[in-house]
């Protein structure tokens, strides 16, 4: 990409990686390392080196949203979380009005951490909690309990953040429904803006998949999963967080902004070992191991591993099943000043079948899943990229 024609967008968004945990849960299959003798300092100096080297080929004027995920960037030092900070503030252009999302683990964060977040602006903090059972917190591999979330909840009151997003889990191994309910309304009476609930997706390479190949691990059924889903759509709804996207609930304009930018198919850069970003019409993907990552940085090289120049057909197949998974669905109008083509002529067919079999309904300007459509959801996407 070093190569690439400059080409400036008014806003380009931007996915910052901190690879490194202090543990590993076993259902986790994102790009990460123990902390423990990983060379920490070189990996924040390079990956701001990586900004520089990217902002020269596609200049910003704002970075509509920044988001800083793992990993665990919370198992930074303060020292190195103000290091990053410091250094993202002073390459990327940003706006204090923009949201700045970092990543949080409870029971990692401390008050010094939380007060150099403030200081460069971050107002967004996401949670993984994944559970409030503690049983199935240590079968899965977490190193929190309950008790750390509300101990971590507590503090982020008293210090008045009060922009916090929470992800669960539902579908685990051993949960019953009784568990996921449970957990449910300790989130709710939490009173979040946003929370995020995503079903156990088995990865190739944790230590999960390995234990169901063996025989060790039972997972509920596709019925009860099925179920979990519903309930927390009703419960969602009944608390007052409208369902936006197909696994994501938020108060009226307490959307995650950053996750718009993914849905939405627009621009952002992909910065750290192993991240993923989308400039132009390309679509790459940096070295995962950190030695791999770090060795091009060294003699002044971006750290891709793999682009992808994406043709006029893959951009609109990936406009709409990125789009779909949002719950006002893909506009036409949107569609159309991106593309210069109606949605119609390209995608007739597939969107008349869908139709047919009360998928995907169009109304207003938009094309959006139905209730039903929106519980097989992958099986929908799928029909756009075989037209």
């Known amino acids: 990409m070093e190569n690439e024609t400059k080409t400036s967008s008014s806003k380009i968004s931007a996915y910052i990686h901190i690879p490194f945990c202090e543990h590993i849960c076993y259902y986790c299959d994102f790009n990460k390392v123990f902390i423990e003798g990983q060379p920490v300092d070189t990996y924040i100096e390079k990956m701001l080196l990586e900004i520089e080297l990217l902002k020269k080929n596609y200049p910003s004027q704002d970075t509509k949203t920044i988001y800083i995920g793992g990993g665990t960037p919370t198992s930074l030092s303060v020292k190195q979380l103000d290091y990053l900070l410091k250094g993202v503030r002073e390459r990327l252009p940003f706006d204090e009005s923009n949201e700045f999302t970092v990543e949080a683990n409870p029971g990692d964060l401390t008050q010094e951490k939380l007060q150099v977040m403030k200081n460069y602006g971050v107002n967004r903090l996401s949670m993984g909690v994944q559970t409030f059972d503690n049983q199935l917190l240590k079968k899965i591999g977490r190193k929190h309990t309950a008790e750390d979330v509300y101990q971590t909840m507590n503090f982020l009151e008293k210090e008045d953040f009060q922009n916090v997003s ?199 300007g938009f094309v959006k899943l139905t209730k039903k459509g929106l519980f097989i959801g992958n099986q929908v996407f799928e029909k756009f990229l075989l037209s």
């Open 166 to 364: 929470i992800d669960l889990i539902y579908a685990l191994p051993g949960q019953t429904l009784e568990s996921f309910r449970d957990t449910l309304t300790r989130a709710l009476a939490l009173d979040l803006p946003h929370y995020s609930l995503y079903s156990l997706i088995l990865e190739n390479k944790t230590m999960f998949m390995n234990w169901v190949r063996q025989g060790r691990l039972e997972l509920p059924d596709q019925e009860t999963e099925s179920q979990m889903f519903e309930e927390t759509i009703e419960a969602m709804e009944l608390a007052g967080r409208h369902q936006y996207e197909v696994s994501n609930f938020a108060l009226p304009e307490k959307e995650s902004q950053h996750n718009l930018i993914y849905w939405n198919n627009e621009q952002y850069y992909g910065i750290g070992a192993g991240a993923s970003g989308y400039l132009g019409q390309t679509r790459y993907k940096n070295h995962g191991p950190i030695k791999h990552y770090l060795n091009p940085l060294e003699i002044g090289e971006l750290p891709v591993v793999e682009t992808e120049e994406l043709s006029q057909k893959n951009q609109m197949e990936e406009e709409m099943f990125l789009g779909l998974r949002k719950k006002v669905g893909v506009s036409t109008e949107v569609f159309y000043k991106k593309y210069q083509i109606e949605l119609q002529s390209v995608y007739g067919k597939v969107l008349k079948e869908l139709q047919d079999d009360n998928l995907i309904i169009e109304e207003n």
